[in-house]
């Protein structure tokens, strides 16, 4: 490759890493107990390793100062794109963080890591077969039957249930480490369903756009033909049932801690993201419920553990999974990866007996070393481990929900007796293993780049008979210095793995592929109903949000201008509160017998109104449920929409923790509130195909923009004022429906009802108009498919029906005030509209969003 | 030999219409040495759009059956036919065996410790242990060391339907004093598991006897259940502490398994907004031929 040539001028006095790694943790001893960390990876002795040269050579030139802007940006795309992981601990996601400077592994040493990877999902596909079948290796004493029958991930329904000629196991991941003279080293298998791949090509894409020369030049491996190789064995898997399989993500839901990546992965590899209700089992063939059809699903992808999968078979309390799915894949009608009790293989105790397991099934030695591990079940490893508890790390042999791991030099001696009776209470449960060292790596921190203990993970796909391993994988990097543990859940840090090549990087697979051509999916049956119905959802909240943000802001505007209009500005103001109570369906608030004294101070009022996400009505409530519909969706938006979630989120999380007496905030946030919104609106009007889920986002959206409007108008034009208050107030109501710059070039003259009722209500050209939203209702009406329930008043004629009423209305005439200033005529008409539009829309939920009912089990009475 | 036609009725009633029910049933008889089925049959009603007889992980006939027409009835009747051998209970000469030795000689058969490992629900508890340490001692042939276990649960527990459910533990049992047949079934495994003996829990029928004089009355017998020890050789000697008793020809088996969640005669899932369920149950053993 070409040498990236740095004019000795430009490099700083002190190079970024020409100090590295005095600071940190880096040839010092060991703390809190741990062992002292192995081999550097970038450095051995004083010098650079010949694979980092390039890429220190060009950190070095960008300068520290540079690079951080570059963190900053890559902040800001793991940002746009919404990538995020929850903690079990914590409700709220966490932003996904990413260190600038990636892992470098040789092409060398990667072969050999490939090679063994490939060895070991060999070998454990065939273990995998083995237990679910004939059990040969029970039987001959390979491999202790305790480990499999006390096994928590060993599902008896699923015993005999074979693939035809595929691999058991489909993807497989593991963790590895350096050992103390820097050989990388197995520390765990995941087979499960293993998590991270899907961060690993985030980090990749973010990476790959914040160092474009800089990748371009290092020759790195690229990760995404380890996704083709996964797309193409999903086909592979469906393609015994039909010529154009249909795969699913099963997603535990949006709560879940990588939810972000199944959504992530479903979008990027073209599938549906869907949860357990999204599916039912007929006739024992599996089911997506797709807007009232129900779509055959031929693979499932399955994220959820496999004891959750099916609550008739396996955890009858499962909310994740769907009844009769293990039947389905026993009678051949569906293929679940990983297959449903592959989570017997992920077993640490395993490791003691892989060695002769591999001589007996494949007479080979393993290529990949294994940290040292002692099953306790057995009588002298137990004896060895008792000894030793304090030098040694234990975990128990199955994967529980919250998995402790002990690291036996951090614990206090009454913590170590207690681990003592545990292991001996139940010996074959647990394991223990000697802490690995690990490497160290260049990471960038506050305060410099220090050197943090490492490890990686990385993935392999079953293809024709073999396994793909991905070039790369998800490095995580341990919070601190001290930090045994090195997982999401405790805040590491992520890293970018690259693994150089020999030769430069073509891309040698495309999406393009010959042969006929392939029929796209029918648009509507991609889409369950759950995710119809959020994205209907969506638009209506992002209308709701849109409308109080807008009233909220015509009312301060009112207020910050008071002394220009005296007496009459107070009772506009007065009346917008008013308003303001009534659209947000805030009563009493500034209609209630108390309202006086709340007009004299209304800031408490508008504080809860705009940040009191508890309450229904206020924006902070329909901008929380705008982001947790769009949650659902996620996979059904665009990824420039996150960025506009993304911000609305945190100007979310700005409101909830600004206090009353900062109303300047409040207003400052509810206009940067605004645009988000707007963004919003536009990312979905030109970034989103018209199809079904358009049409119901949209469907959403009109109907929610109607409906504030006739309420808005409803509260504001219920009574006359005197003339300057109502033009006032007249002035605010436009400037709220935004069709103040209209109104004015229009009709130039002071506001008049009349005209107003003309352009807010009828103008069939104004895209603010009540007109202009029932005649995109029935759009949007038209275009979707079929309802799964009988038309009951018919959705479309009831929208006829409004038009009507708003073509054949007399403005003129409901505009004027009666004897007692009111205008009940005009006031009749807005309730009927209301009344309409709000049965059209509980005719639409009905009609399209059919929920299951509530699930349980059903138990049998005790013998006695 | 004794033929018993068995007629086993389940009846739920739900309060409100169930739109999608799935369902696993664990109620024919297998077939065993000392057992043949001569035919069973399964009659559900209303009409499963989807019914599928297999065997499962432990050669118990399981069948599985949905339905997606919506329903407030569920009723589900397994009808058989059995013979069964008179020298079923006839101790094998290894029962004689010193319960010491027997445990030494498990050694690590997979089957052995399959059903050595604790369950869920017979999970081989300290209280279990200490409950049968006179009972099980080391140099009693393991045959008396049975007996006197099943004595010592029948004769420190009453009978008491009311104190337990379907999901009643162990401990249970020790809290409330009483339980039923399922409870002493899980104790004795628990127990036995405890000091290394493989134990598993089946589930039948026995056949009840009326009192000297009174006719017997259709209907009025139950479901029943008890414990299994393994014996060296891989074979299983049935022991009845409800009954105080080995197993004999009143006994029909239909399944086993390391507890009953293995082994429920039914258990399912619905779809519906009904809160209550009535649940019937009828079972009828009958000596025919």
Redesign the interface.
């Known amino acids: 490759m070409e040498p990236i040539t740095v004019p000795v001028a430009s490099v700083p006095p002190a190079g970024l890493l020409e100090a590295y790694p005095q600071r940190g943790i880096g040839g010092e001893g060991g703390s809190a107990g741990l062992p002292a960390p192995g081999i550097d990876e970038l450095r051995v002795g004083g010098a650079v390793r010949p694979h980092w040269q390039p890429l220190t050579t060009a950190l070095d030139a960008l300068g520290g100062d540079e690079l951080r802007v570059r963190q900053d940006d890559i902040d800001r795309l793991l940002d746009a794109d919404g990538a995020s992981y929850r903690s079990r601990e914590s409700d709220q996601p966490q932003g996904w963080a990413l260190d600038a400077i990636p892992l470098v592994v040789s092409s060398e040493e990667w072969s050999a890591v490939e090679a063994g990877v490939t060895q070991r999902a060999v070998l454990l596909d065939l273990v995998l077969r083995d237990l679910y079948g004939e059990r040969k290796l029970l039987r001959r004493g390979v491999i202790p039957p305790e480990l499999v029958f006390g096994h928590a991930g060993f599902l008896r329904p699923l015993d005999g249930v074979a693939l035809p000629d595929q691999s058991h196991l489909f993807t497989y991941g593991v963790d590895l480490g350096r050992d103390e003279a820097g050989q990388l080293t197995v520390l765990a298998d995941h087979t499960q369903a293993p998590s991270g791949a899907g961060y690993a090509l985030e980090n990749r894409m973010v990476l790959s756009r914040v160092f474009p020369s800089i990748y371009r030049d290092a020759q790195v491996h690229h990760v995404a033909p380890y996704f083709r190789s996964l797309r193409a064995g999903l086909e592979k898997l469906g393609s015994y049932r039909s010529d154009d399989p249909r795969v699913v993500v099963l997603s535990p839901g949006p709560r879940s801690e990588t939810a972000f990546e199944h959504a992530y992965l479903a979008s990027y590899l073209g599938y549906s993201l869907v949860e357990g209700d999204d599916l039912v089992v007929r006739g024992g063939e599996l089911f997506l419920r797709s807007l009232g059809q129900l779509d055959r699903v031929d693979v499932v992808m399955r994220r959820v553990d496999a004891d959750y999968c099916d609550p008739l078979e396996l955890r009858p309390e499962s909310q994740l999974g769907v009844p009769g799915l293990v039947e389905a894949v026993r009678r051949g009608n569906v293929v679940v990866v990983n297959t449903m009790g592959s989570g017997v293989i992920e077993n640490p105790a395993l490791n003691g007996f892989l060695d002769a397991t591999a001589r007996a099934l494949l007479g080979q030695d393993l290529l990949l070393p294994v940290v040292q591990s002692w099953w306790c079940g057995d009588a002298s490893q137990r004896a060895y481990v008792l000894e030793r508890l304090d030098q040694l790390v234990c975990k128990p042999v199955s994967r529980q929900p919250v998995t402790r791991t002990y690291f036996g030099s951090t614990m206090s001696s009454a913590d170590l007796d207690r681990l003592r009776s545990m292991i001996e209470a139940k010996p074959h449960r647990w394991v223990a293993q000697q802490p690995l060292a690990m490497s160290t790596t260049p990471t960038l921190t506050p305060t410099g780049v220090e050197a943090r203990r490492s490890l990686l993970r990385t993935y392999a796909v079953a293809r024709q008979g073999s396994y793909s391993v991905m070039p790369g994988g998800l490095t995580r990097v341990a919070p601190d210095e001290s930090s045994p543990v090195i997982s999401n859940q405790f805040g590491a840090l992520a890293k970018d793995t690259w693994v150089l090549a020999s030769t430069p990087q073509r891309q040698t697979e495309y999406w393009l592929r010959s042969g006929p051509a392939v029929h796209p999916a029918d648009p509507s049956s991609a889409l369950s109903e759950r995710a119809a119905e959020n994205l209907f959802w969506v638009g209506r909240y992002v209308e709701r949000a849109e409308a109080v943000a807008r009233l909220l802001r015509a009312v301060h505007d009112r207020r910050n201008n008071l002394e220009a209009h005296g007496n009459e500005g107070e009772e506009a103001v007065a009346s917008l509160l008013r308003v303001l109570t009534f659209t947000t369906y805030g009563w009493p608030g500034f209609l209630g017998v108390e309202s006086e004294q709340l007009l004299a101070s209304p800031d408490s009022e508008l504080f809860s109104l705009a940040c009191d996400a508890g309450r229904p009505g206020s924006l902070a409530y329909a901008v929380d449920h705008l982001l947790r519909a769009a949650e659902v969706v996620r996979d059904q938006l665009s990824n420039d929409t996150w960025q506009a979630t993304g911000t609305l989120e945190r100007q979310l999380h700005m409101l909830s923790r600004t206090s009353l007496n900062r109303q300047d905030v409040v207003q400052g946030t509810l206009g940067t509130m605004l645009q988000s919104l707007l963004a919003f609106h536009g990312l979905v009007n030109e970034s989103m195909v018209r199809d079904t889920g358009w049409q119901f986002l949209d469907a959403g959206r009109r109907i929610e923009r109607a409906q504030q409007l006739v309420r808005l108008l409803r509260a504001a034009l219920e009574r006359q004022h005197n003339d300057a208050a109502e033009s006032l107030l007249l002035e605010s109501v436009l400037v709220s429906a935004e069709s103040i710059i209209t109104y004015r070039r229009r009709y130039r003259s002071r506001a008049q009802v009349e005209t107003l009722l003309d352009l807010l209500v009828s103008d069939e050209s104004n895209p603010r108009s009540i007109r202009f939203q029932v005649d995109r209702l029935e759009e949007a009406l038209l275009r979707l498919p079929e309802a799964p329930k009988p038309a009951m008043a018919g959705g479309r004629s009831s929208v006829v029906g409004i038009a009507t009423r708003i073509r054949t209305a007399r403005f003129g005439e409901l505009a004027a005030p009666d004897a007692d200033g009111r205008r009940d005529d005009l006031v009749a008409f807005l309730d009927d509209l209301e009344v309409q539009i709000a049965n059209l829309a509980t005719e639409l939920s009905e009609r399209h969003f059919v929920h299951l009912q509530p699930r349980r089990s059903l138990i049998d009475e005790p013998g006695q | 030999m004794t033929n018993y036609r068995i007629t086993h009725r389940?009846r739920?009633t739900y309060d409100a219409p169930?739109?999608?029910?799935?369902?696993?049933s664990c109620l024919l008889p297998r077939e065993l040495d000392t057992q043949t089925c001569t035919s069973a049959r399964l009659e559900i009603s209303p009409q499963p759009?989807?019914q599928?007889e297999?065997l499962?992980?432990y050669g118990n006939r399981v069948c599985?059956f949905?339905l997606?027409q919506p329903h407030d009835v569920l009723e589900i009747t397994a009808i058989s036919e059995v013979s069964v051998l008179p020298e079923r209970g006839s101790a094998p000469a290894e029962t004689q065996m010193l319960l010491g030795d027997a445990v030494a000689a498990y050694g690590?058969h997979?089957d052995a410790?399959?059903y050595l490992?604790?369950s869920a629900r017979a999970t081989a508890d300290a209280r279990s242990s200490a409950f049968a340490d006179d009972c099980l001692v080391a140099d009693r042939p393991m045959i008396e060391g049975l007996r006197l276990l099943v004595s010592k649960i029948h004769n420190s527990f009453g009978?008491d339907?009311s104190a337990?459910?379907?999901?009643?533990t162990v401990e249970d049992l020790f809290k409330h004093g009483a339980g039923?047949?399922?409870d002493f079934a899980h104790l004795s495994v628990s127990a036995l598991r405890a000091h290394g003996i493989p134990a598993r829990y089946v589930?039948g029928y026995l056949e009840t006897i009326p009192p000297p004089g009174k006719p017997k009355l259709v209907g009025a017998d139950?479901?029943?259940?008890w414990a299994a020890a393994m014996l060296p050789s891989g074979a299983w000697i049935d022991l009845d502490p409800?009954n105080d008793q080995f197993v004999n020809d009143r006994y029909v088996t239909t399944g086993w398994g390391r507890d009953y969640a293995?082994v429920?005669?039914?258990?399912?899932?619905?779809?519906?907004?009904s809160r209550k369920?009535k649940?019937d149950?009828s079972v009828d053993v009958a000596r025919v031929g």
């Open positions: 389940t739920y169930v739109s999608l029910s799935y369902g696993q759009q989807d599928r297999r499962d992980f599985y949905s997606d690590q997979p410790v399959h490992l604790a009978f339907a337990t459910t379907v999901t009643s039923v047949c399922q589930s139950v479901s029943h259940a409800t293995d429920p005669p039914l258990k399912g899932v619905i779809y519906s907004d369920t649940l149950v």
